[in-house]
């Protein structure tokens, strides 16, 4: 007997440690996993109103999120593969091509 | 016992969250990743959704994780420097994140008594299980997204493989 309130409040604690790891992380890979963090923490919440609702819908949404969150996953670790290649750096202040 | 489960797993989530963001090598903040995800598989599973839970284990801390932890190993990432675009972000980044969170949790917890208890165990339908329920709606009336994200996974291969490419 849970109050589905916690586990969306601990949704929010996570998801906001995600914004914060995503603001402050300097690593082009720490971002990127900060950012599997608050997807992580998007499915808590509807996993819970799937919960509460008594809906499979949620449970959907999240098997649809997690399929998408593979493919972002491949695509983005490329892309890194190349910035890698191309700048010799994981530092996102270094890679300013489109600032100067 | 749910309480206790909840309380376990919430309290490993955070501070995996939390170790998340101080570790300052990239392998660390993978790792403490996989604790979260592991701690969030318990906690669906407490919600009854047994499918995801396996496919968060399966899925998330099997594959994706495995394809970060590769990355770093491949790229050798070391230990990130602090430069001043950080200090920004600091300022910016630390009330931001706290300000969404007292949004959310206020939220939350004042709605607390209409969003009413988990119970474990708890069927969503009259009494099928999940897997069935799950795989019933998704066979039948999402059928067609269902197909279209095998092309999008297909999509992903190809766009990572010619990202990744070397170039002549």
Not at chain 1, 76 to 82: K, S
Not at chain 2, 59 to 87: C, K, Q
Request: with cysteine; hydrophobic share 65%; aromatic share 10%.
């Amino acid at each position: 007997m849970v109050p589905i309130a916690y586990y969306l409040v601990l949704a929010a604690v996570l998801f906001s440690i995600g914004i914060g790891a995503f603001l402050i992380k300097r690593n082009v890979i720490t971002i990127f996993i900060s950012i599997e963090l608050m997807l992580n923490a998007v499915n808590l919440t509807f996993v819970a109103f799937a919960h509460k609702w008594h809906q499979i819908g949620g449970q959907i949404f999240v098997f649809f999120v997690m399929v998408v969150a593979a493919a972002e996953a491949a695509v983005g670790l490329a892309i890194i593969i190349a910035i890698f290649r191309t700048r010799q750096t994981l530092n996102v202040d270094e890679i300013d091509l489109m600032n100067s | 016992m749910q309480l206790a489960l909840f309380i376990i797993f919430g309290i490993l989530a955070v501070a995996g969250a939390l170790n998340l963001l101080f570790q300052r090598h990239p392998i660390n903040s993978a790792l403490s990743l996989v604790v979260v995800m592991m701690s969030l598989a318990v906690l669906y599973w407490s919600l009854g959704a047994e499918f995801l839970a396996a496919a968060q284990v399966i899925v998330y801390s099997g594959a994706i994780m495995v394809l970060f932890v590769f990355v770093i190993m491949l790229l050798n990432a070391g230990e990130e420097e602090r430069t001043h675009g950080s200090r920004a972000a600091y300022n910016v980044g630390i009330p931001g994140a706290a300000a969404i969170f007292c949004l959310l949790a206020f939220v939350f917890l004042s709605e607390r008594d209409a969003l009413g208890v988990a119970n474990i165990g708890g069927r969503l339908a009259n009494g099928v299980d999940n897997i069935a329920e799950l795989s019933q709606v998704l066979f039948t009336k999402l059928l067609l997204p269902f197909e279209v994200t095998s092309v999008l996974i297909l999509v992903a291969i190809l766009g990572a493989v010619v990202l990744a490419r070397k170039e002549q």
